[in-house]
């Protein structure tokens, strides 16, 4: 599901040059215009990127990115294609250069602009009481928004949807089919910030969640909106109650998440995985296509495709069993 | 606590051979009436059955059910007074079945006939602000229901309850003297379905859950109820925050549950149980009485009463602690 | 953050013998009056206190305290300052004497006294749609409530504030500039009882949350509030999703939380410690400053200042991670 995130408002004209200013560097002799900040894998030519993990290096010889903010240390890596910007921390500079671009992003507060939704601008669709929802929001037919719940603007849900009550949902696109049940809060701001010594600064989360058809989310979940990249569900995964889902995190088609399931920021699960209830995956990891991951397990490492573990740290199932009998 | 079940409702005259016809199999020469379908040691004379595993080879031999849908390779286990029903996949047949019988079970849209509750026909019943009710709700005199909370038609509520707020109730039977905490859910379908390629096929869940009197269920707890038979939750038991309780889940009397403890489905608990904080207990085991789990646990076995267990996998709590001195 | 606790009403005029009295033991030979009840380290001369673990022997030494409800197999402890009461059950006898004194410390219903926040009350205060605020609420200038929250009365919320949408705040005092996101519920009683055969005997909770300024309370979260003390969230600390944070936890200041840990009771938490997913601690710890706890740690006893644990029971992590490679 390919979508574009109407959420954030950009700033036009913004140039190379304005961004050296702001992280205090030398400027570039030739001045040009920045059109978006993204990661390696997601930008363009004249788009910022960044580079601050040698896990990322294949991402970085692939880049369409022209210009790079990075660390000194990682000057070796770069070729004559990049031009690096080089800083002292990496994630602070992006941080800054997402709010430069996206003055809004930073933020978060309630969308005072919620009202109940007027009959005519949605034909088609079934509202609970007291459903309150934003400006522009679009919701397909024959969907159902149950009692209490919030939509705010910009939100897409797509058709023949249930959205139980008491849900709250922001900066998100739903698919079409997608039940999301109740007490379920989608879309926040990630837990992304910089720790300072009397006041923590936020990180800008400019993605979205992103939904896709056919998929259930269980009642009382949390999945935080992405940073840079979006928050992903793909198709027909199921996700029992009380699973929280950081920011983003990419899911595959047909994952079976079970209850109270919690997955730390930037890891991506391939298709078919199935992972049993009270099982915490850390953050950027890649768990392989038809792994199954038993009930409990604490996953800290990558897990290549149709494996079975269990334990913590999670490993092999039988051996888990074995030393456990 | 007894209770009959008022959530689903029931099609009349339905016959084996219908079933039969829908489960693609012979018919019998005999047609007969089938008045429900349950599990077997719940099931009477005129209802339909299943068998699915070896586990339950006592209650096949007790079982008053004479209809029985089952795998061939369980045929040998089966005696004269059963007439068994031999399907690929049980369960889908089951759930085939239970649909027929039961055509409103896949329904788990919002209860759209919700209002405001009529004082004249809660006299003795407190109400807080935006309280929504539906059609036929029981409740006792001195029950209190807090603000924004949700009770489903048929639901009934026993007296000297209190509701806390932002709770959501369906297909559920509470107590007397019950407490709800704010923002549990209660009554929601099962997490049971079958994985399909590209679209899921729901499990229809026509249990309840069951709340004796003298419960208390902690905030933002999820309870699901029952798919043939129900979720039950036994006298005096008290449930911490953030607990998660599957279907057909029993917990005995005097149970005491703390924080963030899970339980997969069809699991039974005994009595006076206490159970430490982030504890998960797998499905379909039995935990005795009297047993001791400590928190973070991780339950993948029976446990036989008098234990105290703590381990992942749980294991006898000094052997535990000898082990991790 | 020191606040004065509006929240429970002392009666007035309560003598030493009238404590006797209720708890069945000889009055003293010189009547005095009571003023409170606390645990030794905030006793005053005139309050009563209680002790009951060996672990708290310093506290007896030091404590202002004259009056201490205790049980005979301590009295050795006791110098000739002390005035020990002997009964056979301390928690219980703490608990009938923090009835007497607060007779309304048991009735945690729902506050029907919520009404429409009054525009001239709070001119500098925005508010989302069905909003729902007690009598005597303290709010500062803008601070923003989100849509459907809760504010129960006396509760006092600092300047700059945001609370989300569908939050519930009682017995609690917030300081300047906190956000607490969607869906927490901040303030309710413990999970505090005398178990017993037939209905459990409920613990008072008379203590508050106190959450200091720049702090972050995430979605769903759950805090109760103390016993007889507090539960304190320190300056700037910063949770995730889903935590649960039971009575009397003292959080110090710039902590991170991250998604789905839990706290048990009265456990004491540094400065700068940070926590990883899903970890756990148990009650009535002591966590030393700079500790940092990794995903999915069982935390069973006290940790000192500076270091690095991860496990199940929680270990130095060098250790773990080289026992699990």
Redesign the interface.
């Known amino acids: 599901m390919k979508a574009k995130n109407p959420f954030f408002v950009k700033i036009k004209n913004a140039y190379i040059n304005d961004i050296c200013a702001i992280l205090g560097v030398e400027k570039f002799k030739k001045n040009s215009i920045i059109n978006d900040i993204k990661d390696l894998n997601n930008a363009n030519k004249n788009e910022i990127s960044f580079f601050n993990s040698i896990k990322y290096s294949d991402f970085l010889k692939k880049t369409k990115a022209k210009y790079i903010i990075t660390n000194k240390k990682y000057k070796n890596l770069f070729n004559k294609n990049h031009w690096p910007i080089f800083v002292d921390n990496v994630l602070l500079s992006v941080s800054k250069i997402t709010e430069f671009l996206y003055p809004d992003s930073l933020n978060?507060?309630?969308d005072?602009s919620?009202?109940a939704p007027k009959k005519k601008d949605y034909k088609k669709v079934?509202f609970?009481?007291?459903v309150?929802i934003g400006k522009k929001v679009k919701i397909g037919n024959y969907t159902?928004?149950?009692?209490?719940s919030?939509i705010e603007s910009n939100v897409s849900i797509g058709s023949k949807c249930?959205i139980?009550?008491?849900v709250?949902i922001k900066n998100s696109i739903l698919g079409n089919?997608v039940?999301v049940?109740?007490?379920a809060?989608i879309g926040?701001k990630g837990?992304g910030?910089f720790?300072?010594?009397?006041?923590?600064t936020r990180y800008p989360h400019i993605g979205m969640v992103i939904i896709d058809d056919?998929v259930?989310i269980?009642?009382?979940n949390?999945i935080?909106r992405g940073s840079l990249s979006n928050t992903i569900i793909g198709?027909?995964t199921?996700i029992?109650?009380?699973v929280?889902i950081?920011h983003n995190v990419n899911i595959g088609i047909?994952c079976?998440i079970?209850?109270?399931v919690?997955f730390?920021g930037s890891s991506k699960i391939g298709n078919k995985v199935s992972i049993?209830?009270?099982a915490?995956i850390?953050g950027h990891l890649k768990i392989g296509n038809n792994v199954q991951i038993g009930?409990?397990s604490?996953v800290?490492k990558n897990i290549p495709d149709n494996s079975k573990v269990m334990?913590?740290?999670a490993?092999d199932i039988r051996k888990f069993l074995k030393e456990?009998k």
């Open positions: 978060d507060a309630v005072l919620l009202c079934k609970g009481q007291n309150l159902l928004i149950g009692h209490n919030i249930i139980g009550n008491n709250i089919n039940r049940l109740d007490g809060v926040k837990f910030f720790p300072e010594k009397t006041k923590n056919n259930e269980g009642c009382n949390t935080d198709k027909n199921f029992d109650n009380q929280h950081a047909n079976i079970t209850g109270q919690g730390a049993g209830g009270q915490g850390s009930g409990g604490g800290i334990g913590y740290p490993k456990n």
